[in-house]
């Protein structure tokens, strides 16, 4: 198996529905590959319809598809892990469910980008806006000397030449990661310290790079992003909250090496704000 597709479900039936459905007839690879769901105690079906439906689009695509239940929602670091436990690809690929290809052939481009670079551990693709006229949503993340963080590219239009040229960054979003099964075993999973979302990424991203791996960012590989649709309104999840004490505890682990990088500028770093289009309201996405 070249590939484990790793990704989550909590509720949110509509947007799992449509993005995991697109990853299986959407997806081109250059190897045999399984998806690995694991779902966090759903209660609108979510987790009924992987068992079903997404298991038979899975078997008609030639895509083994198996589904893992959680009694609760037990965060995202724990669920990963248990993913992790059971894939058997050469690569571990993290997506979120509300992500869907831009690119056919997106795995096998993040593993090309990781040959471009001899001490490449990790590669993430250039994130973009599923509305036309498609601006980036993040081309990678660089962390200030303070420790805040910045999206590169966010809002930009996605043929921006500032972010047109495969290179390593300071960090990658998990919401489409790959990286070596090796690797992520002999150096550790996700920390379950950021429950139950936020960070855990830049953590893990974090360890790999004072390893001394680099984290690669190819635009190459474009995927469609929803942006935090898995998140946002989830009433177990205080997501401002968690945001800053899990910022918190990755400020404190990891100031000893992002002070000393030539990361971003604070202004930079403030957040800029993108009106979302209604999930509803977008209908079909081109592929390349």
């Known amino acids: 198996m070249l590939y484990s597709l790793i990704t989550l479900s909590y509720n949110k039936l509509a947007c799992t ?35 079903t439906e997404l298991a038979a689009l899975g078997a008609a695509h030639g895509v083994p598809v198996t589904v893992l239940h959680n ?10 892990n248990r993913a992790v436990a059971v894939a058997r690809g050469e690569h571990l690929v993290f997506a979120d469910n509300d992500v869907t290809p831009r690119t056919r052939r997106w795995m096998p481009g993040l593993r090309e980008a990781l040959g471009r670079f001899p001490r490449a551990g990790m590669a993430g693709a250039k994130m973009v806006y599923p509305w036309q006229p ?21 809002g930009e239009p996605i043929d921006d030449p500032r972010f047109a040229r495969a290179e390593p960054v300071q960090c990658l979003i998990s919401a489409c990661l790959l ?10 999973g996700f920390d379950e310290a950021f429950h139950p979302v ?56 990891w100031r000893h090496l992002f002070e000393r990088e030539d990361g971003p500028d604070e202004e930079a770093c403030r957040w800029r704000k993108i009106d979302p289009v209604p999930f509803d309201a977008i209908g079909a996405l081109p592929l390349f």
Not at 33 to 40: S, T
């Open 134 to 154: 498609y601006p980036i949503q993040c081309a990678g993340v660089g962390i200030s000397r303070r420790g805040h963080v910045c999206f590169r590219g966010r």
């Open 198 to 253: 936020q960070f855990e990424d830049f953590d893990l991203v974090y360890r790999l790079r004072q390893a001394g791996y680099q984290a690669v960012y190819t635009p190459d590989v474009e995927m469609y992003h929803f942006e935090s649709v898995t998140t946002q309104g989830t009433p177990t999840v205080r997501n401002a909250a968690v945001v800053v004490r899990n910022g918190l505890l990755f400020q404190r682990r």
């Open 71 to 80: 009694p609760g929602n037990v965060g995202c670091s724990f669920a990963r």
């Open 17 to 51: 529905r449509r993005c995991l459905s697109a990853l299986v007839t959407d997806s081109v690879a250059d190897g045999p590959w399984e998806l690995i769901v694991v779902d966090n105690g759903s209660t609108d079906g979510s987790g009924a319809w992987c068992d």
């Open 179 to 188: 990286i070596p099964a090796a690797l992520l075993r002999e150096h550790g």
